[in-house]
């Protein structure tokens, strides 16, 4: 009887053990982000994974990269596999992630109740300035680049439009993507005496909201669009090449010049007395 007793005894104390004891590998947060390394040098490759603890089905997990200063460098829409993983991979470097410094990656699942960060370190851009890459467009009337980050298609061309302050922006999306563009004031700004003023941007013709942050040499703005989209406007109050001052004063003076040279003329042909 007592053995018995014994086994019995023995075998609750397995079962409440395992009862109370976390499956192996299974994660305590609901989410949790991580990446390859603590810090990168220009050009290599940021490997980002995580998983959460539950599924949500047809949620993807949102990522945000942040430089030192706050700036937004990218944003990304991941897929949960089956096995609750995640992952995505970032270039160290570019037009919008130059400053060296602790960058921060953030993710988030569902509600603010799932979401995490993790950090790592860049050693700094060494890039050219004027040197045109994959994440640069230079356009017409400027040597100053357009700084650029899109998910879900690819930009085509990015061109000035003077008559309406805007630029053209055309894209082919294969699916719903964010277009993060870094426009510098000297290239394209909007202001209303002396002070900022909001840009106007339509996707397709059709006005959205977007994000933005602002330096005082450049604007940094974040669009989403649908899948198919093929063109983004952005408006402001000034767009190069624009005719200004230095056009003005030149136009003058070859106004003057004209002026002059007729009125010589005029003068050579007349009959003395």
């Known amino acids: 009887m ?3 007793l014994s086994v019995f005894a023995l075998s609750a104390i397995i079962i409440a053990s395992i009862g109370m004891a976390p499956a192996f590998g299974q994660i305590q947060d609901p989410i949790v982000v991580t990446t390859d390394k603590s810090s990168y040098l220009e050009g290599e490759t940021i490997m980002v994974t995580g998983e959460v603890r539950a599924l949500l089905g047809g949620e993807a997990v949102s990522l945000v990269v942040k430089a030192p200063n706050g700036n937004i460098v990218s944003i990304a829409q991941l897929t949960v596999g089956s096995d609750k993983k995640f992952s995505s991979e970032l270039t160290a470097g570019g037009s919008l992630m130059k400053a060296s410094g602790t960058y921060t990656i953030s993710v988030q699942y569902g509600t603010q109740s799932r979401t995490a960060e993790t950090t790592f370190s860049f050693g700094g851009s060494s890039t050219e300035p004027g040197k045109i890459t994959s994440t640069t467009v230079k356009i017409e009337g400027s040597d100053d680049l357009i700084g650029y980050k899109i998910t879900g298609g690819k930009l085509i061309n990015i061109m000035p439009d003077v008559d309406a302050n805007s630029l053209i922006v055309t894209i082919e999306a294969t699916s719903d993507g964010t277009l993060i563009i870094t426009i510098p004031r000297s290239v394209m700004d909007a202001t209303m005496d ?5 840009y106007f941007v339509l996707v397709d013709g059709e006005e959205v909201d977007f994000e933005e ?3 005082s040499k ?4 974040t669009i989403q669009f649908p899948a198919g989209a093929e063109e983004i406007e952005i408006i402001g109050t000034f767009v190069v090449p624009e005719f200004g001052t ?3 004063m030149i136009l003058a003076v070859a106004i003057i010049s ?5 009125a ?4 050579s042909i007349m009959p003395r007395y």
Do not use: F
Not at 218 to 221: F, G, M, P, S, Y
Not at 264 to 267: A, E
């Open 2 to 4: 007592k053995a018995h």
């Open 194 to 198: 002396g002070v900022d003023d909001s």
């Open 213 to 215: 942050t602002t330096t």
């Open 218 to 221: 450049d604007r940094t703005l």
């Open 246 to 248: 230095i056009a003005v």
């Open 258 to 262: 004209i002026i002059a040279v007729s």
């Open 264 to 267: 010589k003329s005029r003068l």
